[in-house]
Structure formats: C-alpha cells, structure tokens
C-alpha cells in the first residue's frame, strides 16, 4: 500500500470528526450506485444521489447503512436536470458517530 493511501486510510480512521457545517448534513448510505456514486437518505425520508470525490476513491468504502456528511454541490445547483446534489464530505465510521451522538444538538 503506498505512502499518500496510508495516510489518507489513517487520517480518515483516527481524526476527531467535526460536527457539521451550516450548508453539511449527516445521512446514511442505502447503497453504491457504481462508480462514485453513492445512494443516500436524508432524515426525513428523502433520497438521493452523492458523489465520492476522487481522494477518496478506492482508499475509504462506504457500508450500507453506514453514515456520511455530505455537502450539496454547486454544480446541482446550476444543473436543476442532475440527479447527482451532493459531495461526499467524510465517511462516519463508528467511533464517530459515538462522538457526534455525545455532543448536545448535533444528531
């Protein structure tokens, strides 16, 4: 395993995780579409599609029902015909998500 995928998988795994942005969201994953493509669900029941940037591919997976923090993307917002909405900001892991669930209003 080289060097940068190292330390990207390391970083990703040990990092405290911020809680999220005003323009972010936590979401869980129902399922990859192929490629960089992930299917999500927002808490009030509403799906849609997200992209994996490239940093992350082939270097961080994404579980179904695992959880994400995602951030709408400017180019849907532009493109109102594109399905694709939002970017993969990080991938939860467990350890993360405990911590978020201790801080007060953030889940």
């Known amino acids: 395993m080289g060097q940068r995928r190292k ?4 970083t990703a795994i040990t990092q405290d995780i911020q ?3 005003d323009n972010q969201q936590i979401v ?3 399922g990859a579409r192929g490629g960089n493509i992930v299917e ?4 009030n029941g509403a799906t849609t599609l997200c992209m994996m940037p490239a940093k992350f591919n082939r270097k961080l997976w994404v579980r179904r029902g695992g959880y994400l923090i995602i951030e709408p993307s400017p180019e849907a917002e532009q493109d109102a015909g594109s399905r694709v909405t939002a970017t993969i900001a990080a991938v939860l892991y467990e350890e993360h998500v405990k911590q978020l669930k201790k801080m007060q209003g953030v889940w």
Not at 7 to 10: F, K, P, Y
Not at 40 to 43: L, N, S, T
Request: aromatic content about 8%; glycine content about 0%.
């Open 7 to 10: 330390h990207m998988l390391q």
């Open 19 to 21: 809680p999220p942005a």
């Open 28 to 30: 869980r994953a129902l």
């Open 40 to 43: 999500v669900e927002y808490p």
